[in-house]
């Protein structure tokens, strides 16, 4: 019983290092990484907003806290949640794109990783713009 658990977990293992050495794991790891950077700055100054939280969290920051100002945050961390689904769905669609062209027999093809690039960039200052607009309503 415990025999069948144990062979499944070693193939596991085996695949978990086979994937992790691989430059595709990379790339989508990095660009995962950035997009929650991100996000999780804008979620901890968006927090500013609440006194309560403010205080909680001991932040050194004032902020207005007026409908339009939250109206725009959960607005605003809505499409950028939305533009880093779509970006992480770019990437993953290049990656397997670039795996596909290097199955033997196959002629390569050069993918552009332009589309996938512009649309990390563009997600990334997405959030780098709705963060700055949020420091501009705290002192």
Known sequence: MFSGLITELKEQAVELARTIRTREFWIYSCVTVVLAAVAFAAVYL??????????????????????????????GLFVFGLACVFTLGEVTHWIEAQRRSRVPGRRPSRLSFWRPLLHVVGTALLGIGGFLLMSAWCT
């Open 46 to 75: 968006a927090a500013g907003f609440n006194p309560l939280t403010r205080n909680q969290l001991h932040m050194a920051i004032s902020c207005r806290t007026g409908e339009a100002q939250i109206g725009t945050i959960i607005v």
